[in-house]
């Protein structure tokens, strides 16, 4: 591939890992992407490193659900708590922009457990549960990118 391509592909694999990190772009489906267009370019040994990637992103993609689930049970917090706290936040996000992502985020998260509960205090509880559960499935879904961008960037110099 020629180092204009090796660097566009690189650079939307920059804009998935970011994506990751604050999810309002898609960031594996970014990187599934970028890896793939490169392996049809690239040819031969380079589907094998699409295979091991998207192995990598699809493994990361379940286990960040099931952990996150997980999490999210073992405290008490319902599914629709965490739906509330991600539409406030994509509010926050345009209000107040990308820091009111995270923001959005947990006071979606508390009022939803505030109005559930009747108690602030267990408001808080859950707001802090659900926002647990959201890192953790950030930093699932990011280490899966990582390996999946590392493998890309080792055979890209191999190639």
Request: glycine share 14%; hydrophobic share 65%.
């Amino acid at each position: 591939m020629p180092f204009v391509g090796e660097v566009i592909v690189a650079l939307v694999i920059f804009l998935g890992l970011c994506g990751v990190v604050v999810p309002v772009l898609p960031g594996l489906s970014l990187i599934f992407v970028a890896i793939g267009v490169w392996a049809f370019v690239v040819g031969g040994a380079g589907w094998l490193v699409f295979a091991v990637a998207a192995a990598l992103l699809g493994v990361s993609a379940i286990v960040k659900y099931v952990f996150a689930n997980k999490s999210m049970k073992d405290s008490g917090v319902p599914g629709r708590t965490v739906v509330l706290g991600g539409l406030l936040g994509i509010v926050g996000f345009f209000v107040i922009p990308v820091v009111g992502l995270p923001i959005g985020f947990v006071l979606g998260a508390f009022l939803a457990e505030w109005a559930r509960l009747k108690s602030i205090e267990a408001g808080w509880r859950g707001a802090i549960a659900a926002t647990k559960a959201a890192g953790l499935a950030i930093v699932i879904e990011l280490a899966g990118a990582l390996l999946a961008a590392s493998l890309w960037l080792g055979a890209a110099f191999a190639f």
